[in-house]
Structure formats: C-alpha cells, structure tokens
C-alpha cells in the first residue's frame, strides 16, 4: 500500500523527461562532400550504449516518485489485557458418585465419570463450551475429608489430567461427604491468591459440585458459605444425580460378581441452595449428562472473563527500509535511485563522457 498515492501523477511528466533526454541534439559539423563511407563503419559499443546515461535517469525519477508515495507494509498485531477469574472446582468423590445414573456416548457411567467429561469441556473448551483459558482454575475434591489437587492454574491440561486421575473412595473410613470442610479449603486456596502479584483477578468463584449431604468434616456448609462471602467469593452448587432412587454396583456376597441394586439417594438440596444464596450464587440440579452440561454453559456465561485488545498496525516504510518479494531481499526505492544516479554520474564522467 502507498501512504501518498498522488505524487504517481508525476509518472505522467516521464514521456516529456524521456523525450528531452533521448530528443537529437544539433552540433555543429564540418561538411563533406559524401559520408557514405563513414555509414558502411560498424558501430561500436560506446556508440551503441549512448542512450544508458538516459534510461539509467529516468529510472531514478521513476524510484524517486516511488519513494515520495511512501510505499509501506503493514503488519497488524493485537495485543489481549485479560483480567481473569480465579475458579475453584469442589468435586464430590464419595462412594455414593458410583450410582450408574449418567450417560456419555450412549454407555452408561458412574456420576464422577460424567463429571469428568464436562468439566474437562468447562475447562479446556468443547461442545458448547469455550473453554476458560485465561481463568486461574484449581481442582479440590472431597469425600470424608478434603484434599487439594491442584492451585488455581492456568495449566489446564494438567488439571483436567489430575480430574480424570481422581477416583471414588473405596474404603469406609475415607468415606462421607465433608462439603463444609471442602468450601473452606476452596475459600483458602482462591484468599491465597491475593499474596501472587503477578495475577489479574477480577472475581472468585467456586463451583460445588455434590451428590450428597454433609455428613462429615468439622465445619458446616452454611459456617464455609458465610466465610466464603465475607472474602467476597462466590458459591455456585450442583445437586447432582437423579431423585427418588439410582442404580448402584454393588458385589452379590454369594456369587462374588458386581450387580446393580436400585438404592434410595438424598440431596440436602436446602443446604445447598442457602450456601449459595449467601454469597450471590445460584443453585443447580443436574439429573443427566445433557442438564450437567447445561449448568456448566449457564456459569460459563454468568462468569465472563474481562479481555481487551487493542490493535495496531506496524508500518514497514519500504522507501527507506529493505524488504523481500518471494525471498528476494530487494534494497529501500530511494536507495535504488541513489545508485541509478551515481552510475549514471559516473559513465557520463568516465566511459561515456562526450567531448565539447
């Protein structure tokens, strides 16, 4: 592109320039009676060449206009002001998450397996999730007591690599449903948060996700929301699971094999809504893959990360700087017309130079 197209009018005063240059010029001359002899002389390469001094400055005149429309390229870059959202993910591994009420791809699965399945889209981006890629997001998952996978990241392969290691409790004594102490161990990791300088945090959230109720740990649901809005964090629970009664595997103590046995289940779905009343959340009730899926879409949009680009062109002023055509380097125009100059300067002087 050309920053100054006008001066290419100028190119129109080149056949005047051309003619002048290349025009005969009358001599004065010295008569004879015949020069036919002198015409059968061959020519010779000075002679030949004469018009070089002519074409070499029209060539600069032609860069020279060039170079006075100031060709450019322009390269277009943006630069992305991102403030981001601190989320911790609270994950219910009870035993209780091993009820086969869940589908993905058709195959029936245990809750924690479709959870990891959306989650992992929450996080990383798929279906109708777009991924929260400038989100710090940390992993916490909880049974009888809460344990702390991952903090608050921007590396979210290797989150969602720690989600899908995550299993279900298998033994009685780690069993239970500690949503108290697992909300304040959210509230704990997202506070720390505030010592890290080099993070932009526009809010903090935690997504509780339970099949359950509290029936372990030392500190209530309500205690950790309460702490929770006071450190001005946000709760969204989810109820997960179907209601009235679920299928859950379970071993046929005469023949040794896993069987499913429809068992009745129960959410504290008051509980769960209280907790996040009190810190401006919401409360969800996810009884399929498609609803859970949902309920990650609808926080998706309820939690919108901040981001500003701004953009700007760099110009290449291709008059004054060098440039490449195909991966040809090719030298500035006006240097082009300083060396059509110079060797037109030096022929004439030289070569080429005419004797008066």
């Known amino acids: 592109m050309f ?31 015949s020069v036919n002899l002198v015409r059968q002389l061959a020519p010779t390469f000075r002679q030949r060449i004469t018009w070089l001094p002519g074409a070499l400055t029209l060539g600069a005149v032609s860069a020279i206009i060039v170079g006075l429309a100031q060709p450019r390229e322009g390269r277009e870059q943006t630069v992305t002001d991102t403030e981001g959202i601190a989320i911790e993910l609270v994950v219910d591994r009870s035993g209780s998450m091993q009820a086969m009420d869940f589908q993905v791809n058709g195959e029936h699965v245990d809750r924690l397996a479709a959870i990891k399945n959306v989650v992992g889209k929450f996080v990383l981006g798929g279906d109708q999730l777009k991924g929260r890629f400038s989100d710090l997001v940390g992993l916490i998952s909880f049974a009888g007591y809460a344990d702390g996978e991952t903090p608050p990241t921007l590396d979210h392969a290797f989150l969602v690599s720690q989600l899908n290691q995550t299993q279900i409790v298998t033994s009685r004594s780690e069993d239970g449903t500690a949503i108290g102490d697992a909300i304040s161990l959210a509230v704990e990791k997202l506070n720390a948060l505030d010592d890290r300088q080099n993070e932009k945090v526009k809010s903090k959230i935690i997504i509780l996700l339970t099949d359950g109720e509290n029936n372990a740990g030392q500190l209530e649901p309500i205690q950790a929301a309460e702490l929770a809005e006071t450190m001005g964090i946000r709760i969204y629970t989810i109820g997960v699971g179907t209601k009235g009664q679920a299928p859950m595997p379970v071993q046929d103590p005469f023949s040794g094999r896993t069987v499913m046995q429809w068992v009745p289940v129960s959410i504290d779905e008051e509980t769960l809504t209280k907790v996040a009343e009190i810190t401006q959340g919401k409360y969800f009730r996810a009884t399929d893959t498609d609803s859970l899926e949902q309920i990650y879409s609808e926080i998706d949009l309820l939690e919108k990360t901040k981001v500003e680009a701004q953009h700007f062109v760099d110009y290449r002023e291709l008059a004054i700087q060098p440039y490449s055509i195909a991966g040809i380097s090719v030298p500035p125009v006006l240097l082009v017309a300083f060396v059509l100059l110079a060797a037109r300067v030096l022929l004439q002087q030289t070569w080429l130079r005419e004797m008066t």
């Open 3 to 33: 920053f100054s197209p006008w001066y290419f009018l100028l190119l129109l005063l080149l056949p005047l320039a051309a003619r002048r240059l290349f025009a005969p010029r009358r001599r004065s001359a010295v008569r004879f009676s």
